[in-house]
């Protein structure tokens, strides 16, 4: 990997490399430091003294790629003055899973986890994919992803009640990819309704819309999932 995986600064060049291995709990063979500033000493004990910093770089091809993650990771939560950790890490249904833990997990959150989503998005980019091996990053803090998952679904199912009884059907926010997917799952086997993905863009709109109806889509003829999730969305929000 070409480009630096963690930035650290400390009292010296030495206290910020050992930082850096200790965050990342790696062996000095495993990274190439370079000094982006040495630090300096104050003026006349006066000023306060400036902090030496130090990129560290992969120079172990066996390093996984949960550590150079995790270094990303925190380093663009840094570069935000956001002060986070990595409080969990694993694999899960094929998807590199980043548990945060922070203060400010309302700042990384961001509205209906918009800053998280693009956080996701940026991390993904960061990291290539043959590194982490075609796997995609996923963020979380706090368990929101969870959070939101089940207020969707809840969402979902009022709505279609709410459609099958009044025969109207019923545009939802815009949504990321992610998140419409989960509606549309949420009511597939649902017989008075069926969903579409309406707009351009990432954030689409799912209308919720009643079986009444269906005369009206040529391609409703059975409950499935429908299109709506572009393959260059899904790669960063599935």
């Not at 000493?41 to 091809?61: C, D, E, H, M, W």
């Not at 980019?125 to 679904?153: F, T």
């Not at 009044?166 to 949504?175: A, F, Q, R």
Request: charged share 35%.
């Amino acid at each position: 990997m070409n480009n630096y995986i963690f930035e650290a600064e400390a009292k010296s060049k030495s206290d910020a490399e050992e930082l850096t291995l200790n965050t990342l709990r790696l062996e000095s063979g495993d990274l190439r430091f370079e000094v982006v500033d040495s630090g300096k000493s104050g003026f006349l004990g006066i000023t306060q003294k400036k902090p030496a910093v130090v990129r560290a770089y992969v120079s172990n091809k066996d390093i996984p790629s949960e550590k150079i993650v995790h270094g990303v990771v925190l380093t663009l939560l840094k570069k935000m003055g956001i002060e986070a950790e990595v409080i969990g890490m694993g694999d899960v249904d094929g998807k590199i899973y980043v548990e945060l833990g922070s203060k400010e997990s309302g700042l990384i959150i961001g509205k209906r986890g918009s800053t998280l989503d693009a956080l996701q998005f940026i991390v993904n980019l960061m990291v290539d994919s043959k590194i982490r091996h075609g796997r995609k990053i996923v963020l979380d803090i706090e368990s929101y992803r969870d959070k939101r998952e089940m207020s969707l679904i809840r969402l979902g199912k009022s709505v279609a009640s709410q459609v099958s009884k009044t025969g109207k059907s019923k545009l939802l926010e815009p949504m990321n990819p992610f998140e419409r997917r989960i509606i549309h799952m949420a009511l597939q086997e649902d017989d008075r309704v069926f969903t579409r993905s309406e707009g351009n863009g990432t954030f689409k709109k799912v209308r919720v819309i009643s079986m009444k109806d269906k005369h009206k889509y040529k391609d409703v003829e059975t409950k499935k999932i429908p299109a709506g999730l572009p393959a260059e969305d899904e790669e960063f929000f599935e």
